[in-house]
């Protein structure tokens, strides 16, 4: 079945909440206006307030009570309205829910997914465009999952809610409804951990994730068609754990590598790739690893968001330094 990611996501949850009755989805407006994008639209009039309830303006509140039913036997999918807001339940996702099973000696853990729309270009105001992934990539114990597409998101989400430990499922705002996708009605999943080869190449790695990932692919397309270059693209799905085994293998193989992301440049997701291809294929790499990322720098005002994210021609321009003899 043709499904937009909103659509993929709201299925997932759907049979979710049917398979186990010890799931429940929480949130601001996500019962009866189906949260602010519609992800959990139609979830409380078939499911009842019980299993998808509504919840004050109090990101603390909807995760620091999520850690206690998490922690006592329930598995909450709590929603953020945006990922910018994390920064109000950072203790309770940072000391509690990713600690609990390391403070505990193993006697407890705390299987708690919290969902929150992220990323720019859509004309949000302030705080609602922020990529906030690397900051919970070097929080032990969560784990942080992106999607790029509807069939991975739905595979994914359903791996997020079954894992023992915290998982911090971010959906690009800008791919919700871009593009329908062949997915599966049914119950499936996708590994945490694992990326995802998107098309296989030989020249050049490009390394991407959530919105970054048509982008890489436009750029890619572009790179053939004038440079008569063959590009693997390699989609991480999730950033945290990384999928070192793929990212290494491709590097080995192309001996290039460009890393793309829309979050800001420093200490993010593309530095510690860069580590990763640097302390394990150094004697493979012909040309030093470029990054495509945003900039160092709050998120711009509606109206300059062109300027700050990356687009097909940068990661375009990267792709042709790299590939020069």
Known sequence: MQMTMIEALNSALALELERDKQIVLLGQDIGANGGVFRVTEGLQRRFGEQRVFDTPLAESAIIGSSVGMAVYGMRPIAEIQFAGFLYLCMSQLVTQAARMRFRSAGVYTCPLVVRAPYG????????????????????????????????????????????????????????????????????????????????????????????????????????????????????????????????????????????????????????????????SCLYSLLKPVERVTGYDTPFPVPGQEDYYLPTPARVFDALKRVLEP
């Not at 593009?179 to 945490?192: A, K, S, V």
């Not at 860069?274 to 302390?279: A, H, K, L």
């Open 120 to 279: 720019g270009g859509v004309r949000t105001p302030e705080l609602h465009s922020d990529s906030l992934e690397g900051i919970f990539m070097q929080t032990p114990g969560i784990k942080v999952v992106l999607p790029s597409n509807p069939y991975d998101a739905k595979g994914l989400l359903a791996s997020a809610v079954a894992d023992p430990d915290p998982v911090l499922f971010l959906e690009n705002i800008k791919l919700y409804r871009s593009f329908r996708q062949e997915t599966p009605e049914e119950h499936y999943t996708i590994p945490l951990g694992k990326a995802g080869v998107v098309q296989e190449g030989q020249d050049v790695s490009l390394i991407a994730y959530g919105a970054m990932v048509p982008v890489a692919q436009e750029a890619a397309r572009r790179a053939q068609a004038e440079l008569g270059a063959s590009v693997e693209i390699i989609d991480l799905r999730t950033i945290w754990p990384l999928d070192e085994e793929t990212i290494v293998s491709s590097v080995e193989k192309t001996g290039r590598a460009v890393v793309v992301h829309e979050a800001p440049r420093a200490g993010g997701v593309g530095a510690e790739v860069v580590s990763i291809i640097n302390d």
